[in-house]
């Protein structure tokens, strides 16, 4: 079946530093949507991708989806610490409504 | 507008013992599903619906049934509650494929001792 491997597991920054997480499938995705979750709280929903190479922004946060559609990226700039969570990507593989996560990233952020 | 409301907030079983999580939706979703949370095991899925009177075994659906009679309630049963099963539940909806965002409820947190 699909798998998604999402790296690192964590990720300890300093604040002011840069993070990114991975996320890598081994087949080809419809598209992909990224998740991010508080300490204590839900995942909320930050963007879907769904073109080839498609790269959008969100202030300081940079999502690429790779040309192959196999494999996305997050990319945080200048970390703050209200950055703090775990960040979770979710490959859709046109399964007629199934949705299946990524292990996630946990980000902590030292002020 | 409530969105996505998930009951009860928390709750411990005793092994053997049975329950139902209920998650309800106010936004005439067609979509709802039902996850677990696990340190380090990531959201994995348990059962979908992808309607009223519809069901689906997702990742992880081993001990847990599911039942959608009504378009927006889901709910999540434990037939015989098992250590194994303690864990934060999560329900979410979205409006009908996968290419909508997911709604998600606040949790339950469930311990099985």
């Known amino acids: 079946g699909q798998q998604v491997m999402q790296i690192p597991q964590y990720q300890h920054v300093q604040e002011g530093e840069d993070f990114t997480t991975y996320c890598n499938s081994s087949?080809?995705?419809?598209?992909i949507q990224w998740y991010k979750q508080r300490p204590g709280g839900h995942p909320v929903f930050l963007i879907q991708?769904?073109?080839?190479?498609e790269v959008k922004k969100q202030k300081r946060l940079t999502f690429q989806f790779g040309e192959a559609k196999k494999n996305s990226s997050l990319h945080i700039t200048a970390t703050q610490t209200t950055d703090v969570g775990t960040y979770f990507c979710?490959?859709?593989?046109?399964?007629?409504?199934?949705?299946?996560f990524g292990q996630g990233t946990e980000l902590s952020v030292k002020p | 507008n409530a969105g996505v409301t998930q009951t009860p907030k928390f709750r411990v079983l005793k092994t053997g013992q049975s329950m139902t999580l209920l998650c309800a939706q106010d936004?005439?979703?067609?979509?709802m599903y039902w996850y677990r949370q696990d340190p380090g095991m990531g959201l994995r899925l348990i059962h979908y619906?992808?309607?009223?009177?519809?069901?689906a075994k997702g990742e992880v659906p081993d001990g847990y049934n599911v039942s959608r009679l009504k378009k927006q309630n889901f709910l999540l049963g434990l037939e015989s509650a098992a250590p194994s099963q303690t864990s934060v539940y999560f329900c979410?909806?979205?409006?009908?494929?996968?290419?909508?965002?997911?709604?998600f409820g606040n949790g339950t947190r469930l311990t099985v001792t």
């Open positions: 936004m005439n979703h067609e979509y």
């Open positions: 979710a490959p859709a593989y046109n399964q007629g409504g199934k949705l299946i």
């Open positions: 979410a909806s979205n409006e009908g494929s996968y290419n909508s965002p997911l709604h």
């Open positions: 087949t080809t995705l419809s598209n």
């Open positions: 991708l769904v073109k080839s190479g």
């Open positions: 619906s992808v309607g009223e009177g519809t069901t």
